[in-house]
């Protein structure tokens, strides 16, 4: 009896040791301290080992507590050993200008490595703003474009179709759900708001402008005969923007679409009623001055850098001076030695008990 009890102990130790290990391995992530607030343009990870690695996630954070992908929803792919991100689209315009001091790389077991990245000098009228904003949601511009924010009182008869492209209209003006960013989200009770879906308009020459995810099957959305039936405490929020910062003066509305594409359910975010609308931000709202873990502080590649226009992520990821390598801030080496410290100490409890 007292084997099979030291055998079913000795299997139970190694399951945990097993579990932990791949608890770690699946949680190794590094941050990266640009010592201030930068506009990012680029950042370019190099992995220590690249084998076996091939897409990677890229946050950034002014705050270093609240991150956001700066990749929007993909992840970056690995090619010929580093992963390139870039906020530049072709003919030298930009999606967004973003704050950033931290970043963060989010990987498989292996995420050593080093990061370059690029700046951007702002053009004339354009704004930075940290990924968490604040933003404004006071419905839509002279330009039809905006951010607006509509109740289940606000809804058409019927509900929302998610690719009308005339559902109703805010400020006197259209608003094209079929080429929007769609948020559907729920009040908490601490007053945040639980995104529940949230999809950006799939442009393609073949589709066009339309959203090609259905928020059928989402947790807590009523759909039905094709139409988000909105609840009492539930909001939709809609997001008009060119896309392209620079393309039609839309800028802050094109870098509150650019990162709310990252989002997802479950993830949250405050309205605070400004003006004639609402004041947005993105995460927990919750910001510290340094990480936990105070990570190195990474000297930018080309910290002064313009790049041309129309470059290319090659061109970008050329680093001119290497970045510091920090430590991984999860932690997974302490899991792990306090993981053996405790089977030890299980260990040691059924060597007394043998011993009795």
């Known amino acids: 009896m007292k084997k099979l009890l030291a055998s079913v102990i000795a299997f139970a130790m190694l ?19 640009l010592g201030e607030e930068k506009v990012i343009l680029s950042v370019t990870y190099t992995p220590a080992n690249a084998e076996g690695l091939s897409k990677v996630t890229v946050l950034g954070s002014a705050d270093g507590e609240n991150f956001f992908k700066l990749n929007a929803e993909a992840d970056v792919a690995v090619t010929d050993g580093a992963a390139t991100f870039t906020l530049e689209m072709s003919g030298g315009k930009h999606r967004a200008f973003l704050n950033i001091r931290y970043i963060k790389v989010v990987g498989a077991a292996d995420v050593e490595g080093e990061i370059a990245y690029t700046t951007v000098e702002l053009p ?15 419905g839509l511009n002279d330009g039809g474009y905006g951010a607006a924010v509509f109740t289940a009182a606000d809804a058409p008869e019927g509900g929302f179709e998610v690719n009308a ?7 006197d003006k259209a608003v094209k759900l079929n080429s929007s960013m769609i948020t559907i989200a729920e009040k908490q009770d601490d007053g945040k708001y639980k995104i529940l879906w949230n999809d950006s308009n799939g442009w393609t020459a073949e589709t066009g402008a339309t959203h090609t995810n259905s928020p059928e099957g989402a947790a807590g959305v009523t759909y039905q005969d094709g139409k988000v039936v909105l609840q009492e405490n539930q909001i939709l929020m809609v997001v008009m923007s060119s896309g392209g910062y620079e393309t039609a003066n839309d800028g802050v509305y094109s870098t509150l679409k650019w990162v709310l594409r990252g989002q997802s359910a479950g993830d949250v975010f405050s309205l605070t009623e ?18 936990v873990s105070e990570p190195e502080t990474s000297e930018p590649a ?55």
């Open 165 to 171: 492209q005339d559902a109703f209209t805010s400020n």
């Open 15 to 33: 399951l945990t040791l097993c579990a932990v290990f791949a608890s770690a391995e699946d949680s190794y992530e590094k941050i990266f301290d």
């Open 124 to 138: 004339e009228g354009a704004e930075a703003i940290d990924p968490a904003g604040p933003y404004a949601v006071t």
């Open 274 to 291: 400004s003006g004639d609308g609402y004041s947005l931000t993105l995460g927990d709202g919750i910001p510290v001055v340094e990480p």
């Open 302 to 356: 080309a910290e002064e850098s313009t790049p041309a226009e129309e470059s290319t992520p090659a061109e970008e990821s050329t680093p001119a001076e290497e970045s510091k390598p920090v430590t991984p801030t999860t932690g997974d080496a302490g899991i792990i030695a306090l993981a053996v410290v405790s089977v030890l100490a299980l260990g040691g409890a059924v060597v007394v008990k043998k011993v009795k």
